[in-house]
């Protein structure tokens, strides 16, 4: 650490945050006034953060090519977003994707759909904490994790508490050209230290490698594995409020698919930067007292890129780790306005204190991720993703598909089967590993099937009534 590095970074850090403050006083929040390049940050902001950097880089350390899977399955659920999701979203009438469920099926189908998805974004956002602090522990190695933790979790609080989905917008095109830099910038610097590409194929070759892993393969973890992550993450960009409220937040149809366009071909490189840097830290392990797979991007920028450069590198990485837990946690408190409140209470039916109480949701969603952030969690960050994301897809991609495109076919007490027990075998498969495969195939295997039953079900009573 020295003063050029220290100033980067701290430059950094009040840009984004003081964009983000002014860019939200701009707009009212929930108008759909977006631009398309607008709708592409507040999609990007969130979706490329801790997972696709640090994350990435922490996974390429130890399997290689198959850390690729969050970036590149990002692209691909935003191409499916915009090509097949973007306009039945924006046509619904509804706020959120819960409430096209609840729309469809009942409050009941609703509010269970509503605590289940919030909580499958919660742990994603402890993802984020953890990721952060990999970034705190380089600027600060002697912090200690839960001040670490704690200040990662104001900055999330400053950015969208003050932002909005305006802000996160505004920040998310500064932060997607900043990390454009900052991942191509780490590529082409490890590139040019081991000499091009073809000696970088003969290290990577030559990492010490008892387990036999695949390094340059998709599926070093297994093809059951890395294509239920591909899969969770799919299902969950498409079921997560987040990316669904950048869509809706277009001023036009044109803008909220372009937005999700723009993003499917922005997000996957990214993650090719991570992977050649973790790759490398692998391979020179011995070079870097201290580094382990969590801290191998971190490392590896302060040690290979001038100190100023390395600063807005580092702030960069911290604020796109900031922005997907903020965004994250608007999504939570989105649906909990919307899809609980609303349903309990008419109190908060003014949009000033909806907007207040959305606030206070935000902190209290933060602190709670706060006490859960600490502790042997640190080495797990993309997992954690990963199951995040496999949760919300459990609960939310078969019954959405049913409100969108099979309304009024589907018994909602089937639905509210699918809703409860999807996301409950996702997790006990997860945790006994019976089968070979990632266990959201069997979560929405379930739920495919609790629905094609309602449906059938649906169309018996419908062909009684009618007789």
């Not at 659920?77 to 409430?99: E, F, H, K, N, Q």
């Not at 993650?271 to 790759?279: A, E, K, M, S, W």
Request: net charge positive.
């Amino acid at each position: 650490m020295d003063i050029w590095l220290i100033t980067g970074l701290v430059v950094m850090l009040v840009v984004i945050v003081g964009l983000s403050i002014w860019s939200g006083t701009k707009a009212k929040q929930g108008e759909r006034s977006n631009s398309m390049p607008v709708v592409a940050g507040v999609i990007i902001g969130t979706l490329v953060g801790g997972s696709s950097t640090v994350g990435t880089a922490q996974l390429a350390y130890t399997y290689g090519m198959s850390a690729w899977w969050f970036t590149l399955g990002g692209g691909i659920s935003c191409l499916i977003l915009a090509l097949v999701y973007a306009i039945p979203l924006r046509r619904s009438g509804c706020t959120t994707l819960v409430g096209m469920i609840r729309k469809e099926f009942g409050s009941q189908v609703g509010i269970a759909a509503s605590v289940l998805s919030a909580v499958g974004t919660f742990i994603n956002i402890i993802s984020q904490l953890i990721s952060a602090t990999a970034v705190v522990a380089v600027i600060a190695p002697n912090l200690g994790i839960v001040p670490a933790v704690l200040f990662s979790a104001l900055f999330m609080v400053l950015y969208v508490v003050f932002g909005g989905t305006k802000g996160a917008g505004m920040v998310g095109i500064v932060k997607t050209i900043l990390l454009y830099v900052a991942m191509m910038g780490c590529g082409v610097i490890v590139l040019q230290l081991v000499g091009g590409v073809n000696p970088f194929v003969e290290m990577v070759h030559g990492i010490d490698n008892p387990e036999g892993i695949q390094f340059f393969s998709l599926f070093a973890r297994g093809v059951g594995t890395d294509a239920g992550a591909c899969l969770s993450l799919v299902l969950g960009v498409l079921t997560t409020q987040t990316y669904a409220q950048g869509v809706l937040s277009g001023r036009s149809d044109q803008a909220g698919r372009g937005g999700a366009l723009i993003s499917a071909f922005l997000i996957p490189p990214i993650g090719i930067g991570g992977i050649l840097v973790g790759l490398y830290m692998r391979a020179n392990a011995a070079l870097y007292p201290g580094v382990t797979a969590k801290t191998a991007l971190t490392t590896f920028v302060t040690a290979h890129v001038p100190s100023l450069l390395a600063g807005v590198i580092l702030g960069t990485l911290f604020i796109a780790v900031v922005g997907t837990g903020a965004g994250l946690a608007l999504g939570i408190s989105t649906i909990i306005n919307n899809d609980i409140v609303k349903n309990v209470t008419h109190k908060f039916d003014d949009p000033k204190k909806a907007a207040r109480l959305s606030k206070l949701w935000i902190v209290l969603v933060l602190i709670g991720a706060c006490c859960l952030s600490t502790g042997s969690l640190g080495d797990t960050i993309l997992q954690f993703a990963f199951m995040s994301m496999g949760l919300r897809g459990a609960v939310v991609f078969v019954p959405l598909l049913c409100a969108l495109w099979l309304p009024g076919r589907v018994d909602p007490r089937f639905c509210l089967c699918s809703v409860i027990v999807s996301p409950i075998l996702v997790l006990i498969f997860g945790i006994i590993e019976v089968f070979p495969f990632d266990s959201l195939f069997v979560g929405v295997l379930f739920s495919l099937l609790v629905c094609a039953a309602g449906a059938v079900h649906g169309t018996t009573k419908s062909r009684e009534r009618r007789n």
